[in-house]
């Protein structure tokens, strides 16, 4: 069951004595965080405003929503990071997950022992964090020889967002394998893309372990597609995301100089959210780029090439006739 942290956005009301707030979070989350208004409005009796659209993390925070709705704080809902939050208008809120990990870690444990693995990585998202130690200890009881990697810029010890891997790169030429906790596939397919390396996705509510890794090789080939696809454009469209985490103008500028240089004609486009359905407007473009968040082409169908910054570094390189390294193993796809 997912336990809000309601008793600190109690205590923060107390202390601030705001007007209105505002909470967001993810889809998975939303009857939670209803919940949680409910308790805010009876107890304070003042305007509590859920805000709807889409909330993919930290970089995603719905800003300027609870800006237009006049809402004094923000609380994020299950997103954790190093951050208590950002100034003082937004708060993280930690959601964590309490199923326990314990039976599938053992068999897992069994398996890796079986193939003669003997350190492993353990990473994971926000809702599963406090789980980190125990599962530790299970895997060490076994005998496996465990790392926690060191958390960088917004990521705590062990955690991964879904393009940022710092704690996979810890001692990386060391482990055998990686094991995330958490129903996943988004970011244990990532974890497996970043670094190379045979990835296990331990999943509480059933009970199971995957290997990941067939499902990463699947999105590598069609990230490859999309690159060689891109490389007959004529006019290529570079996405700015306008969301507030997501504004990355400064790259988009970089790119730019460096299609045109390749004698591509470039066109630099302002976005919201970039669905395959905003995109047909744009017919006059053969292929984008998009500074958003690098997951959005490599999870995404779009009938044209979506590329993310790794992919558009990768293409400017066969444009150049240069030699194309492992396109995506980096720490931080942006």
């Known amino acids: 069951m997912i336990m809000i942290d309601n008793q600190k956005i109690i ?48 970089c995603d925070l ?27 208008e937004i708060v993280m809120i930690d959601a964590y997950e309490d199923m326990p990990f314990d039976e599938v870690a053992k068999r897992l444990a069994s398996e890796l ?14 809702q599963h964090l406090p789980q980190l130690e125990n599962v530790r200890g299970i895997f060490e009881q076994s005998g496996l020889s465990v790392v926690i990697g060191n958390g960088k810029g917004q990521l705590n010890d062990g955690q991964v967002f879904g393009c940022e891997f710092y704690p996979a790169h810890s001692e990386s030429d060391r482990i055998d394998c990686y094991v995330f906790l958490g129903q996943s596939t988004f970011h ?15 999943d509480p509510y059933f009970q199971e372990y995957t290997e990941i890794s067939s499902v990463a090789e699947e999105l590598h080939r069609k990230a490859i597609l999309s690159i060689y696809k891109a490389a ?29 240089k ?10 919201t ?25 490599i999870d995404n169908h779009f009938k044209k090439p979506m590329l993310s910054v790794p992919q558009a570094r990768a293409l400017i390189k066969i444009l150049k006739k240069e030699p194309v390294d492992e396109i995506f193993r980096l720490s931080h796809w942006l």
């Open 273 to 297: 959210e970039i669905t395959e359905e905003r995109m047909q407007i744009f017919s006059h473009v053969d292929a984008f780029v998009q500074v958003a968040c690098p997951r959005i082409g």
């Open 62 to 88: 719905n800003t300027h929503a609870a800006n237009v709705l006049g809402a004094e704080i923000l609380f994020n809902i299950g997103h954790t990071i190093s951050m208590d939050g950002f100034g003082r």
């Open 232 to 260: 007959d454009a004529r006019t290529i469209g570079i996405i700015i995301g306008i969301k507030d985490g997501q504004f990355a103008k400064t790259r988009a500028l970089e790119l730019k100089k460096e299609f045109e």
């Open 113 to 126: 022992l079986g193939r003669n693995y003997r350190k492993i990585s353990l990473l994971t998202i926000s």
């Open 11 to 58: 205590r923060i009301i107390e202390e601030r004595k705001p007007k209105s707030v505002a909470l967001d979070g993810p889809d998975g989350l939303m009857s939670k965080i209803q919940e949680t208004a409910d308790i805010i409005a009876e107890k304070f009796e003042i305007p509590t405003y859920i805000i709807g659209d889409t909330c993919w993390g930290s």
């Open 188 to 202: 244990s397919a990532g974890v497996a893309l970043s670094t190379g390396k045979q990835t296990f996705m331990l």
């Open 262 to 271: 390749v004698g591509m004609k470039v066109r630099l486009i302002g976005l």
